[in-house]
């Protein structure tokens, strides 16, 4: 217990350190900036800026993607659903239908969840293994593709978004590079005020 709060203690003091050496470096006077290098940093802050915008573009089309995606994945729940109601009509007598056929229309109205209407198909119907022809196999084989395809779209839509955010913050601190240097050239710069303080000195 004595070492796990010495190495919390320790991990503090350090993180302490770090910051106060990053606000020092920080707040350290910038030299004068010398020929061109205002015009390069401002080349670079406009490439990171493209970049920037590029990254936002591929994390809004990675949206569309993962909408499409979803979109696919509930087209494919659909089928399958209706391939395992056929199924079931297949082998199911008429109460068993009557409920089944309820049930899957409280589903689609959204009033019962996908587990709520496997359990009333589960009681009211025949067993699964009576209903396990290629149809259905086939249906919840793409319904399953489908729903793997949504859940990496959407890992791609929330890799493709935090690189956007670092970009976008990365191109606003390169503007402020290139303001802080176009600042200390112009604060290095002969003016009139200076020349005349010069003279009388």
Do not use: C
């Amino acid at each position: 217990m004595v070492w796990t709060w010495a190495a919390i203690a320790a991990a503090a003091v350090v993180a302490v350190l770090t910051s106060v050496a990053a606000v020092a470096v920080w707040q350290r006077p910038r030299k004068a900036a010398g020929p061109g290098e205002v015009e390069q940093l401002l080349a670079d802050a406009e490439a990171v800026r493209a970049a920037a915008e590029r990254a936002a573009e591929a994390a809004e089309e990675a949206r569309r993607e993962a909408e499409r995606a979803a979109g696919a994945r509930d087209r494919a729940e659909d089928r399958y659903l209706e391939a395992r109601w056929e199924a079931r009509v297949a082998t199911a007598d008429e109460a068993h239908l009557l409920v089944q056929r309820a049930a899957l229309a409280a589903y689609r109205r959204g009033e019962l969840s996908v587990e709520q209407l496997n359990g009333i198909w589960h009681h009211a119907g025949p067993p699964a293994e009576q209903l396990d022809d290629g149809r259905v196999r086939d249906a919840r084989r793409a319904y399953e593709e489908a729903v793997a395809d949504t859940v990496q779209s959407r890992e791609q839509v929330h890799v493709a978004s935090v690189a956007a955010e670092v970009l976008v913050e990365e191109a606003h601190n390169a503007e402020v590079d290139v303001l802080e240097a176009w600042e200390a050239r112009e604060a290095a710069r002969p003016t009139l005020d200076k020349l005349f303080q010069e003279e009388n000195a």
